[in-house]
């Protein structure tokens, strides 16, 4: 069962090809240059590889837009370069996920350039059509403040397509049972190459009803998510799919399925709102609450915890007190913000490159209930480069050393430069530099890293929020299999002293910290005292040292 579920312990790792190594010179990241880093991602700890979208695309959403779900764009290599990727990873342990893009393809797909041609076409009816602009069309846009309207019209179809992202990315027709079924192709064909999982890009509006008549609330076909989890379960059994869908606790039961027999893994949107609320304001009570809201699920599902993505820092959960809250803290400057909802930059610079902020909040990362997944440059720090557009900020080149454009290629001019000026430039935030420095933040992530995996009961177990009189310290306490670990964190920059009680259970009056290997006590009245520095953490082993004879019973 634990194997079958290799998710539920795992570490993930999201990258894009294109700017992670170029092998052959080009200016972009190819799979070959990626295939020459899988020790690194290795000896980093990580145990799955999610990949940003490669097939062929024009490139003018970071490729998510798509026109061959079946192909790799030349850019990035070959097929076969793919494979020998995906081959390299298995040998050293690696699961790889790759983005499943199906709720719209690129405008300059064959599919769409069929439809809009011909209303005769057989691909007609696997896009969204109106003869007039429908009610609404000025609504519910992904993009606003870029993008204008959901519906646009085509002069050669002479009819208006939906697309809920961008103009260029119309909307497939999902309930189309074609459709459907090329979906499932499109699965197959990447399961059959070596991936063993899919990151599933805006399931809400895959599964979405579309068209003139679907206008106000959404409705979703969530038959639609069993169909996908069935396919997997025939094609490969610990294949999984990683759902992107932002939507309110209350709906998070419809999209893992009662019976677990819907999405294996979904991104907790609802905790990482309240993370950066938490950082923000330096109290717990957020987190605390985004967690007991999001507390139910399968006991096969898993939640994907992270602390930022490819993406803005989408907000658009919080109030709007809170969310001001946030802007004023993490991103004042209107250059930093997106969309009315959201934060364009990195964590570190976001937290003004400090160290113990940085350390507190990828430590929390780690120990909450759930799978932690990094990004690309989180080992390093890497920073943003403002000036790009939009999203673009936080996508640049990872930066390998100091060499020039960081290592990352040979070319003088890459088709996306690594940040090489300022204080998060290539001179000084490299891995190669990092990797030669103990004390450094790769080394420190390293560490926290391994010890997750070695701490099952995270990704396993059950969890209670422990009181600690300290409204800026959250306290998790995690049981699973008769072993229990603690986890402490303080939001506040101030030093504090707390006293608590381990919760659930016997613990031997003893806590062991995992970081350190100090010892603490328990009083006579069964509660313990300790002291955390300002942005401190404590991970506890609970129960005293006979805690090793009981794991040696996994």
């Not at 700017?19 to 295939?35: H, K, Q, S, V, W």
């Not at 850019?75 to 793919?82: A, C, K, N, P």
């Not at 909040?361 to 989180?378: E, H, N, Q």
């Not at 306490?477 to 016997?506: K, M, Q, S």
Request: aromatic residues 12%.
């Amino acid at each position: 069962m634990i194997d079958d579920l290799w998710y539920k312990n795992a570490v993930i790792y999201c990258l894009s090809v294109g700017t992670f190594m170029d092998a052959n010179g080009d200016g972009i990241g190819d799979f070959e240059g990626l295939e020459r880093r899988l020790d690194y991602l290795q000896g980093l700890g990580v145990t799955a590889i999610w990949l940003m979208p490669f097939q062929p695309s024009p490139q003018r959403d970071h490729g998510y837009d798509i026109t061959d779900h079946y192909g790799v764009d030349p850019r990035y290599g070959t097929l076969g370069d793919f494979v020998a990727f995906t081959h390299a990873a298995k040998q050293r342990g690696l699961k790889v996920l790759i983005d499943l893009v199906v709720n719209h393809t690129s405008d300059q797909h064959p599919w769409f350039r069929s439809a809009r041609a011909d209303p005769d076409s057989p691909y007609r009816d696997w896009y969204v059509w109106s003869k007039t602009k429908p009610p609404g069309a000025d609504e519910g846009m992904v993009f606003p403040g870029v993008q204008t309207t959901t519906w646009t019209y085509d002069k050669t179809a002479r009819a208006y397509y939906f697309h809920r992202f961008y103009e260029f990315q119309p909307d497939l027709n999902t309930a189309n049972p074609r459709v459907m079924a090329e979906i499932l192709k499109i699965m197959g064909f990447w399961i059959q190459l070596g991936v063993s999982g899919f990151r599933m890009d805006a399931v809400p509006f895959v599964i979405a009803r579309k068209g003139p008549e679907a206008a106000g609330k959404p409705v979703e076909q969530f038959d639609m998510l069993r169909r996908f989890r069935e396919f997997l379960q025939w094609r490969c059994g610990d294949a999984i799919i990683l759902a992107e869908a932002n939507v309110l606790p209350e709906q998070d039961l419809d999209y893992f399925g009662d019976d677990a027999d819907r999405m294996h893994m979904m991104f907790n949107f609802q905790v990482n709102q309240a993370v950066f609320l938490a950082l923000a304001t330096g109290r717990a009570e957020a987190v605390a609450a985004a967690l007991a809201r999001t507390r139910e699920r399968p006991a096969s599902a898993q939640w994907a915890q992270f602390l930022r993505n490819h993406d803005e820092l989408d907000l658009g959960r919080l109030s709007p007190k809170d969310r001001k809250a946030v802007f004023a803290a993490f991103a004042p400057a209107p250059e930093m913000q997106i969309y009315g909802r959201g934060i364009r930059r990195r964590l570190p610079t976001m937290l003004g490159g400090d160290r113990r902020r940085l350390e507190l909040a990828y430590s929390l990362m780690f120990t909450l209930p759930g799978t932690p997944v990094l990004r690309y440059g989180d080992e390093i720090g890497m920073g943003d480069d403002l000036s790009l557009p939009e999203r673009e900020s936080c996508r640049t080149p990872m930066q390998w050393s100091d060499e020039p454009q960081g290592g990352f290629t040979k070319s003088a001019r890459p088709t996306a430069p690594p940040i090489g000026t300022g204080a998060y430039g290539y001179a000084h935030v490299n891995a190669a530099v990092q990797r030669q420095d103990p004390n450094s933040f790769l080394n420190w992530l390293e560490r926290i890293v391994r010890m997750r995996k070695e701490v099952p009961e995270i990704g396993w177990g059950d969890f209670a929020v422990i009181e600690t009189g300290a409204e800026s310290v959250l306290g998790l306490r995690y049981d699973w299999r008769n072993n229990a670990v603690l986890c402490l964190h303080n939001f506040a920059a101030e030093p504090l002293e707390i006293g608590f009680a381990t919760g659930i259970g016997e613990d031997g009056g003893l806590l062991i910290d995992l970081l350190t290997g100090e010892r603490s006590r328990a009083d006579e009245a069964g509660r313990y005292r300790v002291l955390l520095e300002g942005y401190g953490y404590r991970w506890y082993r609970v129960g005293g040292l006979d805690y090793l004879l009981r794991r040696s019973e996994l």
